[in-house]
């Protein structure tokens, strides 16, 4: 299970940090991530890692703005946002991948927390 948190309304230009809480004992050997969605629209790929943080992977459109990161002893995964514009306006969801084929694939993943809102005012 997830749980996601930390959204909210932010400024063009501002800083947010989500967060997400996982239960289960598999956490630590999963690849996590974070998605996005805006009404209308397709949920899309912002963010992974791998199991131990190793390797990272971000959508060109978030690349050097945001960092995800993970605390595998905490169960912890976290995405840290920074220079938000307008566009990154959506609802955020954290992501367990079941199978790692493509780190884009929403059909790759197995478990997704809540959603939480991002709102950047210009």
């Known amino acids: 299970q997830l749980q996601a948190c930390g959204g909210g309304l932010v400024q063009d230009g501002g800083s947010l940090r989500l967060s997400c809480a996982a239960s289960?004992?598999?956490?630590?050997?999963?690849?996590m991530g974070w998605f996005r969605q805006t009404p209308g629209k397709v949920r899309e790929f912002v963010a992974g890692l791998t199991w131990n943080g190793g390797s990272t992977y971000y959508a060109d459109s978030v690349k050097g703005r945001f960092t995800i990161s993970r605390d595998n002893a905490a169960n912890m995964v976290y995405l840290q946002m920074t220079s938000l514009k307008p566009e990154d306006t959506a609802t955020y969801y954290c992501a367990a991948y079941r199978i790692l084929r493509n780190w884009y694939s929403t059909g790759d993943i197995g478990s997704w927390g809540q959603g939480t809102q991002v709102t950047v005012s210009s």
């Open positions: 289960g004992r598999t956490f630590s050997s999963i690849a």
